[in-house]
């Protein structure tokens, strides 16, 4: 074929012209018509599983206990005290917030070194590009396995539950290391 003005028409490659190809299915072309009575009926129905749902998780919230106990400035190694008073069904779960941490900085993100996680023999100065600051142990020097901050950072706060044996006063024990930076929360 040669290109010039003429009106010849171009060949289409073999199959081309498929109804399936083309997506032309006579069986399927209906398209479904929606009746407004239907509408409202799947609306209404929607409406009313949502509100099952949601009337149920208001409900299970309302279960919920929660006694907020500060012990920021307690000395290492205090104890933090404190009563509960009223019956608390198990299990219970015991939930603690850290501010001022921030795991997602680039500096803590990037403090890792890859080839050192795969078990290879890295060099020291390789580590102390990759790593810092957390590269060396603070007390002796030596190397830190695995090195970086994510790797050493950690939360190291103990939590203890008595039960008293005249009453329902708990009393739960914080006792706090010193060190670590906050893994948890």
């Known amino acids: 074929m040669r290109i010039d003005d003429s009106t010849e028409e171009l060949e289409s490659p073999p199959g081309a012209n498929n109804p399936f190809l ?4 006579n069986c399927c072309v209906q398209r479904p018509v929606h009746m407004p009575s239907a509408l409202v009926v799947a609306y209404v129905s ?4 949502s509100l099952v749902i949601g009337a149920s998780a208001l409900s299970s919230s309302y279960e919920v206990k929660e006694l907020y106990a500060e012990y920021t400035h307690t000395s290492s190694g205090g104890l933090v005290s404190f009563d ?14 850290i501010t001022g941490i921030y795991q997602n900085h680039r500096r803590y993100v990037k403090s890792v070194n890859p080839a050192q996680l ?8 390789a580590l102390e590009d990759s790593c810092d600051p957390a590269f060396t142990s603070p007390s002796n020097g ?3 396995y695995p090195c970086g ?16 044996p005249n009453g329902a006063s708990l009393s739960s024990s914080s006792s706090s290391q010193g060190g670590g930076g906050g893994g948890g929360g």
């Open 142 to 144: 030596r190397i830190l």
């Open 22 to 25: 083309q997506q032309r299915f």
């Open 118 to 125: 795969l078990g290879e023999q890295v060099d020291r100065s």
């Open 84 to 97: 509960i008073d009223e019956d608390i069904e198990a299990p219970i779960f015991v939930y603690y917030e």
């Open 149 to 164: 901050l994510g790797a050493n950072a950690y939360f190291n706060d103990t939590f203890t539950g008595y039960l008293c």
């Open 46 to 49: 929607y409406g009313i599983i």
